[in-house]
């Protein structure tokens, strides 16, 4: 009977403290969302700005550039869209007849098969498209207020990064002066090991999109789909979200194919496209690309991306894989806490994971061990941040 009451209080308190972490990350997100973000923008940015130093340039000036090209990137990124996007408003009123003809004809079709006039048909749309314009202030003011945020997130994102990359050797230094040497040690090689999975994974994740925008666009353009560029680049980028975002991703072409060709084969090409350039990313790109740097099973993974959309919205759900990989590195390296790693991860045996792990340590800190004194901290630091 105390046991039992042993193991309720004990499952109480886990359930109440991951209730308090949840509201603490809805309640924090004007800031922690930035800078979960540019925690992982900066593992992504400090191998330039690394090169850049041996380049002999200045630290801070290292890591302004990094910056600067990043930001670069994304305002090429932004132009690249808004062309395609002005290239798509200016077709909308071609694009808009022909619906209204694909409409005309799926009302005919409904009128044969289900005996439902087109009035009726035409006036039960009218209702939902009324009923959606009424709402239509408060979407456009959760747009702006979103936008508005998104803005904020941006403007905060610099600064994060720099000063997360330029304090490094702080951070590290504090490690090694809060723990005891061996603990020290081992807690530098996890964080070494969550910054390798994170710029393997974010890496990996660039060249991965790169790939898809060339295939998406290459197979759409071959069957002739309207603004196929836009739509495979859209595609690729909505791959990052997995499972949800390729299914919308996909559905965007073939509704376009739809309504633009009267030939059904042209949407099933299109549909085509979209089944075996996924088919070639789950079991050739992706595996060979980005590998198994972030090994979360189906199962933990649908339950991060819902927690995240619902604690952070649709930057939750893109970060959240290599937030939660970065987590199972720590898991997996923490003695207590290693059964909660096995249980997100991939791996079949325990034993086997835990075996590999130990193994792993064991060669770093065969290679990374040194004598420990007082003098030596920081060479220490330094051997750590050149790491």
């Known amino acids: 009977m105390q046991q039992d009451n042993i193991i309720i209080r004990d499952l109480t308190f886990k359930l109440a403290l991951a209730g308090l972490v949840i509201a603490f990350l809805i309640v924090g997100k004007p800031v922690l969302l930035p800078l979960a973000v540019a925690l992982l923008l900066s593992f992504l940015l400090l191998p330039i700005s690394r090169r850049l130093e041996k380049w002999r340039v ?61 009035f009726e048909q035409k006036s039960w749309v009218n209702e939902r498209i009324t009923s959606l314009g009424a709402s239509a202030g408060s979407y456009a003011l959760g747009v702006f207020t979103a936008t508005g945020s998104f803005i904020a997130t941006l403007a905060l994102l610099p600064i994060f990064i720099f000063f997360i990359t330029y304090y490094k050797p702080k951070f590290v230094h504090f490690i090694q002066l809060v723990f005891k040497e061996e603990k020290a040690d081992d807690t530098l090689s996890i964080i070494k090991e969550i910054s390798r999975v994170s710029q393997k994974y974010l890496k990996g994740l660039m060249l991965d999109i790169l790939i898809l925008s060339v295939l998406n ?7 002739g789909l309207k603004h196929a560029i836009l739509f495979g680049v859209l595609l690729a980028f909505l791959n990052i979200i997995p499972y949800v975002g390729v299914l919308v991703g996909s559905i965007l072409p073939i509704t ?84 909660y790693g096995y249980l997100i991860g991939e791996e079949k045996d325990y034993k086997r994971n835990e075996i590999l792990v130990r193994r792993i340590f064991s060669l770093r800190s065969r290679f990374t061990k040194q004598p420990v004194s007082d003098n030596k901290a920081e060479d220490r630091t330094d051997e750590t941040n050149n790491s």
């Open 58 to 118: 200045p630290r801070v000036i290292a890591i302004i550039l990094s910056i600067v090209v990043a930001i670069a990137v994304l305002a090429g990124l932004m132009y690249f869209f808004y062309s395609q996007l002005l290239l798509f408003v200016n077709d909308w009123p071609e694009l808009s007849k022909q619906m209204s003809g694909r409409l005309d004809s799926l009302y005919q079709f409904i009128h044969e098969k289900f005996n439902f006039s087109k």
């Open 217 to 223: 666009s290459t197979g759409f353009l071959l069957f």
């Open 256 to 339: 376009m194919a739809l309504i633009t060709h009267d030939q059904i084969s042209v949407a099933l090409g299109v549909a085509a496209v979209c089944v075996v350039v996924q088919f070639l990313d789950n079991n050739f790109i992706t595996p060979n690309v980005i590998g198994s740097s972030v090994s979360i099973n189906p199962f933990a993974s649908i339950i991060a991306l819902t927690v995240s959309a619902m604690v952070w919205g649709m930057v939750g759900m893109i970060i959240a894989l290599p937030l939660v990989g970065m987590i199972k590195v720590a898991l997996d390296n923490i003695e207590p806490l290693k059964p």
